[in-house]
């Protein structure tokens, strides 16, 4: 598969430990689910892949990215124009951006809430909405951090029929998540981070069946913590 971001040689501190990435590619068309307890680099990875923080040392590179934190946040407008706001900003006319707005709404299922503030929207709408606005813009690698944390079953369903979308468009999908049973339902290959060491990375299948690290068997059985 071809790579559409590399990383190599990554240090970054964080609360007291170190991230250290020796090497790191994600590949169109598939899902890397980041796995580890809390507090073991997986929203510092994320911002880094992202070009939202600066290596200590090592380097990122690939093609365009879109970084979604757990809360993402929305312009005091429409969700129509929340939307459209990645569009404009790229500088597509605004009757064309509110355009093709309004018709991938309907793929993330806000269509009927299109004039409305966004604001108002429930968790599961916003993480929608915020994903919608990304996909807008045709980002060749998607980072999003624990996306359906505090969503319901039906919400959380569709964030990630969403993310499979994106991967079978031939889109890289970086995701941290908590949720095993997330990371086994979409994840080409998972990442294991735990105190900001990579301790195993595996196909997902052979990380959930066979796992090579008595700290990747501890986390899997809930006996891992920080």
Do not use: C, I
């Amino acid at each position: 598969m071809r790579p559409v971001l590399r990383a190599e040689g990554l240090v970054q501190r964080y609360g007291g430990f170190a991230l250290e990435v020796g090497r790191l590619e994600v590949h169109a068309g598939e899902v890397l689910a980041v796995l580890g307890p809390s507090g073991s680099g997986k929203t510092t990875l994320l911002r880094l892949l992202a070009g939202l923080l600066r290596p200590e040392t090592g380097w990122v590179e690939g093609g365009s990215r879109a970084y979604l934190p757990q809360t993402p946040p929305h312009l005091r407008r429409s969700v129509l124009e929340n939307a459209a706001f990645g569009l404009l900003l790229r500088g597509v006319p605004k009757r064309e951006a509110l355009r093709r707005a309004a018709a991938f709404l309907g793929r993330v299922g806000l269509e009927e809430r299109a004039h409305q503030p966004a604001h108002l929207l429930s968790g599961g709408e916003s993480v929608r909405l915020a994903l919608a606005r990304t996909l807008l813009v045709e980002p060749e690698v998607l980072l999003l951090d624990e996306p359906t944390a505090s969503l319901d079953p039906a919400n959380a369903a569709q964030v990630e029929g969403l993310l499979r979308e994106a991967a079978g468009e031939g889109r890289g999908v970086v995701l941290a998540t908590h949720d095993l049973f997330q990371a086994r339902r979409l994840a080409h290959r998972v990442l294991f981070l735990f105190l900001g060491q990579v301790v195993e990375e595996a196909p997902a299948p052979a990380f959930f069946q066979t796992p090579r690290d008595p700290r990747s068997q501890a986390f899997l059985e809930g006996r891992l913590l920080v």
